[in-house]
């Protein structure tokens, strides 16, 4: 496990960052995982506006963190936009490779966090993809919980978790924190659940 801490003080483009959450009536809580590399999670994912208080989130805790989003997003001056904002295009019709192509770009890095929304859609949907957490257990990183609560407007992380290979136990810690969690749609919000193992 790479437990590298991150002692840094923050930069005034993190002061700015959380500025316009207070402007904006949210607050930033938590704190800054101490590890050089890690997989963030981003939930819940209800609506578009999650990504504005994502970069709010990284950029108030001066995360460089790279994010996965839908490969058809990635085209023309918004492409470029997005690549400028550390975004990775990610083909969501085939998951052929996807989880060892982000293990390898972790082993490549000494320092390194992708953020995925698990949840893999902004619409409702019945269970969370479990990509990121097989790419924390194969890179031996750990699984940060980010998340927005609509409820209490706060962005933040929570506590991070080391991934044992026992998806079904380790789940159960992540369903915990996140079950309270309020997205900015809650309509579009569905269970944190991931397919029963046969």
Same mark, same amino acid.
């Not at 309270?180 to 991931?194: D, F, H, S, T």
């Given at each position: ?27 930033? $809580?938590?704190?800054?995982?101490? !590890?050089?590399? !890690? ?23 001066? $995360? ?89 407007? #706060? $962005? ?21 924190? !996140?079950? #309270?969690? $309020? ?16």
């Amino acid at each position: 496990m790479d437990s590298t801490a991150l002692n840094m003080p923050l930069s005034a483009g993190s002061l700015i960052n959380r500025v316009i959450l207070r402007s904006i009536g949210w607050k930033l $809580v938590g704190k800054r995982p101490e !590890y050089a590399r !890690y997989v963030m999670v981003g939930a819940p994912h209800t609506s578009n506006l999650d990504f504005f208080l994502f970069l709010l989130l990284i950029g108030g805790f001066d $995360v460089k963190a790279y994010w996965i989003g839908k490969d058809s997003l990635f085209h023309g001056l918004l492409g470029k936009i997005l690549t400028g904002l550390r975004g990775i295009p990610v083909n969501r019709r085939s998951s052929n490779g996807f989880v060892q192509q982000m293990t390898d770009v972790f082993a490549q890095h000494k320092e390194m966090v992708i953020a995925i929304a698990p949840e893999g859609t902004r619409q409702l949907t019945k269970l969370w993809k479990t990509g990121f957490y097989y790419i924390a257990l194969g890179a031996q990183v750990p699984i940060a919980m980010g998340f927005l609560d609509s409820m209490r407007k #706060e $962005v933040g992380f929570g506590p991070t978790l080391m991934p044992t290979g026992n998806i079904e136990a380790d789940f159960e810690i992540i369903r915990e924190f !996140y079950q #309270e969690k $309020v997205g900015l749609n809650p309509a579009q919000q569905g269970l944190v659940k991931i397919k029963e193992t046969p």
